[in-house]
């Protein structure tokens, strides 16, 4: 019996990924695992993408729906999409080749909350789920299975699936065993209960999936590391960013409006977000949680440190090195780390509860407030809202963060109305970019649009933003509680498509 899989009933099943990637039917809806390039399943997806070409050659038409957790790898998402074998795709992406054939419509691509992508297979919306392919660490004498370096929505897609096929990664480190905290509490309306969590710390679930051994079609053995990118060092830009988040959170403390010791921390996935915890540690702040969807390298470092007592989070999203760190220290990092569903780590009622400090960012924001996390000019999908909106509209204090122009000063990230609005302005507490903080809780339109340009935009655009403001005005004398000119207010993409710079002439 394999060293990984020690159970009889799950050992009887090992076999080959291309044995396994067989299993799968033309037009089956498939949960695969991953969160950002961990935990993903490493060689069935590659094996179906081979049988998918395949059948393209022989002029058979073969298809796969994707559910994940969210993004996961190149060897998943990438391999799938450069075959065309993904007619489906949801909730989150970031690879560019699926980009691409998402963007020219030859993949349908539904953008989804990821606290909501759950419930919405458990309601049935996506008629059933036929196969779960989940990674995981190991197979227990008892059939309790050992989740791996991501949680996501596994749990449900084991639960919901008809059938299971499991890679079994001795990459993994078997110490992860106790790191995560496997809610089975959920259900849907009118049985709901609450979820009993007061601190990012309290446990609520079990550390093991649940997996039926009758669903169970393939137990595939593999060794084959995480994928993900080496994080930027911190640019100036970022670094600003994270100091006017900190003096603000510092200010907040001063005037009694935060605990000495914040409240949790959540943030989103990229460079800036990473800078903004790495500025945490030389920071005053103490004993401080964090209740998010991903541990990144800076929230590693924050523990390092001591600044930070307990993470709560659904994945990692590591550094190569650091993620070889968190494998070789598992048994340490196991008493500050919890990983758990998503449908938890991104769950409204606990995040508002819980009272968060949250940091996500963005591609641009207008001058009222309104922020776009997902679509270039409007029309081309990045990767996806992710879980942005389920902690933005629900955290205590939020703050979406970008440098105030890109492509060397072509674009302008403020703009005088975001050309694809994820979050409105209602939503909307605070925009960062290095240029300086814009806090417009409680403010009126007009009001929000003088501090937006006054402290977030680049001084190349502040002159153009007023203008348009008071053009904007003039046309709308007393007629308008939030000044726009419509014909004008996509100028500014209008003209980045044509020129290519939003610079006006």
């Excluded at 309104?370 to 999908?381: D, I, K």
Aim: charged content about 20%; overall charge negative; hydrophobic content about 40%.
């Amino acid at each position: 019996m394999s060293e990984r899989v020690r159970n009889a009933a799950f050992a009887s099943k090992i076999m080959s990924a291309e044995d396994a990637a067989a299993q799968i039917r033309p037009g089956d809806r498939v949960g695969m695992s991953g969160f950002t390039g961990a935990g993903y399943p490493k060689v069935v997806p590659g094996a179906l993408a081979k049988r998918i070409k395949a059948a393209h050659d022989a002029g058979q038409e073969f298809t796969i729906d994707l559910f994940t957790g969210a993004s996961t790898a190149p060897e998943l998402d990438g391999d799938l999409a450069a075959v065309d074998g993904i007619g489906f795709r949801t909730p989150y992406q970031s690879d560019p080749i699926m980009r691409a054939k998402i963007n020219e419509g030859t993949i349908d691509y539904s953008d989804i909350h990821l606290s909501h992508l759950a419930q919405r297979v458990w309601e049935g919306v996506f008629d059933t789920l036929d196969v779960a392919v989940v990674e995981v660490t190991e197979v227990l004498p008892d059939g309790q299975v050992v989740p791996a370096s991501s949680v996501g929505n596994n749990k449900s897609w084991l639960d919901l699936a008809d059938k299971v096929i499991l890679e079994v990664n001795a990459w993994q480190s078997q110490e992860l065993l106790g790191m995560h905290d496997i809610y089975y509490g959920t259900a849907l309306p009118p049985n709901r209960r609450p979820v009993m969590i007061n601190r990012p710390q309290d446990r609520i679930g079990q550390t093991t999936y649940n997996v039926d051994p009758a669903k169970v079609i393939a137990v595939v053995e593999t060794d084959a590391p995480d994928r993900n990118s080496e994080f930027k060092a911190p640019d100036e830009a970022s670094i600003a960013i994270a100091n006017h988040l900190l003096d603000f959170l510092v200010h907040q403390v001063e005037r009694g409006r935060l605990p000495k010791s914040l409240l949790p921390l959540q943030s989103g996935v990229g460079n800036v977000a990473n800078a903004v915890l790495i500025g945490l540690v030389d920071s005053p702040f103490e004993h401080l949680t964090s209740y998010t969807e991903v541990i990144q390298d800076g929230m590693v470092d924050l523990i390092e440190s001591g600044k930070l007592d307990f993470a709560s989070a659904t994945a990692f999203s590591l550094s190569p090195k650091m993620a070889e760190e968190m494998n070789r220290r598992a048994a340490y990092f196991r008493e500050k780390i919890m990983l758990r569903p998503q449908e938890i780590s991104n769950h409204p009622e606990v995040i508002r509860r819980l009272g968060l400090v949250a940091c996500n960012g963005m591609i641009e924001a207008d001058i009222y407030g309104n922020v776009n996390s997902t679509h270039v000019s409007g029309t081309r999908v990045m990767n996806g809202i992710g879980g942005s909106g389920d902690f933005a509209r629900n955290a205590f204090v939020s703050a979406f963060v970008t440098p105030s122009t890109a492509k060397n000063g072509a674009i302008s990230c403020i703009v005088p109305f975001a050309s694809h609005i994820d979050h409105t302005e209602h939503d909307t507490a605070m925009i960062i970019t290095e240029q300086g903080l814009a806090d417009i809780r409680g403010l009126s339109p007009r009001k929000r649009a003088a501090v937006i340009i006054d402290k977030c935009a680049h001084p190349d655009y502040k002159e153009p933003l007023r203008e348009y403001v008071k053009h904007a005005e003039a046309i709308n004398a007393g007629r308008m509680h939030t000044p726009h000119d419509l014909a004008q207010a996509f100028s500014w993409h209008l003209r980045l498509a044509e020129t290519g710079t939003m610079q006006p002439s």
